[in-house]
């Protein structure tokens, strides 16, 4: 599915959830048990691999070695791999360098974990009510942290979503409402011939 398919998709799991597009922080991992799934955690062989699902288990196990907010994010990532892909039961091993066959399914968990705990139409407005306060890259890397903490995500998380949404944030910033927003992938971005900074471009060009 593209990517606005995936939000709305996204949007309707949390509301069939009963969560908000305000509702925030979200705790994956009450959600992930609310859903039927059973999260244990592990010591894997290598700490580069951060979850697994197990579809035909409805079972989610999770590095111990994550940190809380590590372990929202990833309780996430694989409730995103759960509810999209419940009908072929398989397993989704979620590492750092995932093989390129998984990488669409590791792009959908992502993006999908991404706008479940964070969702565009609750970042958006939080970023044009603060970025006239943000005048350099301290300022930016404060507010990041700031987010990351509301959010109850990494912070690398913050820095994925400014990223990742840099299109709809432009769109947004220039006056085009939330309900009328492009949202489309960098790679379709790219097939448009559109190239903008993200808000982290823009500020680390002041350093």
Known sequence: MKKAELYAHVERFSRD??????????????????????VHYAEFTSDRIRGVA?????LTILNYRLLPRQRNYFAAHELVHH???????????CSVGNPDNRKYYEWEANEGAAEF?????????????????????DDMEVFRTNLAKQFNVPKQTIYY???????????????????????ISHKEQESRGISV???NDVYDEML
């Not at 509810?83 to 091993?93: A, L, M, R, S």
């Not at 705990?117 to 890259?137: Q, W």
């Not at 944030?169 to 006056?175: R, V």
């Open 161 to 183: 979503r400014m990223e990742r949404l840099k299109y709809a944030i432009y769109q947004y910033l220039g006056g085009t409402p939330l309900s009328q927003l492009v949202i």
């Open 83 to 93: 509810d999209n892909h419940g009908d072929i039961k398989t397993e989704f091993y």
């Open 117 to 137: 705990l964070v969702p565009y139409k609750s970042l958006l407005p939080t970023i044009k009510c603060n970025i006239r306060d943000i005048h350099s890259p």
């Open 197 to 199: 900074n993200s808000l």
């Open 17 to 38: 959830n009963k969560l908000k597009p305000d509702q925030y922080p979200r705790n994956a991992l009450a959600v992930s048990t609310q859903y039927g799934l059973t």
């Open 54 to 58: 197990l579809i035909s288990d409805n």
